[in-house]
């Protein structure tokens, strides 16, 4: 069964930072492309940043520049470190993975989320 567990929300004061760290049990984990997505109320689910299989990267406007994308595929794990944190960033992060590769065919998985609020 595949897992995704997500770690390191909490509270953060504006224009502090985060490290999210999403461990993953994934069969050949180097296949999938690594993602955080986020959700705020009323809102919808919207893509954070992502690193591909060969580590290209690609980050919403909203946190670019301020926000890094990473993997390790030795441990199976990606992160997502973002700093200048404001008010629009306060959400639940969820870690997802997919892949649509020859050898695993098309598969998605979700992480249950992790809370991150921004309030002084």
Do not use: H
């Not at 390191?8 to 985060?18: A, D």
């Not at 999210?20 to 986020?38: G, Q, V």
């Not at 629009?88 to 695993?104: K, Q, R």
Request: with cysteine; net charge positive; hydrophobic share 30%.
């Amino acid at each position: 069964q595949v897992q995704l567990v997500e770690s390191g929300g909490g509270l953060v004061q504006p224009g502090g930072s985060l490290r999210l760290s999403c461990a993953a049990s994934l069969n050949i984990f180097r296949l999938y492309t690594m993602a955080w997505y986020r959700q705020s109320p009323g809102k919808q689910r919207e893509l954070v940043a992502a690193i591909t299989s060969g580590g290209s990267t690609n980050y919403a406007d909203s946190v670019k520049g301020r926000s890094t994308i990473s993997r390790d595929n030795t441990r199976n794990t990606v992160l997502l470190e973002m700093n200048s944190l404001n008010l629009e960033d306060t959400a639940v992060y969820y870690c997802n993975a997919n892949t649509n590769s020859p050898i695993l065919g098309r598969r998605e998985s979700w992480g249950q989320g992790t809370q991150v609020t921004v309030s002084s």
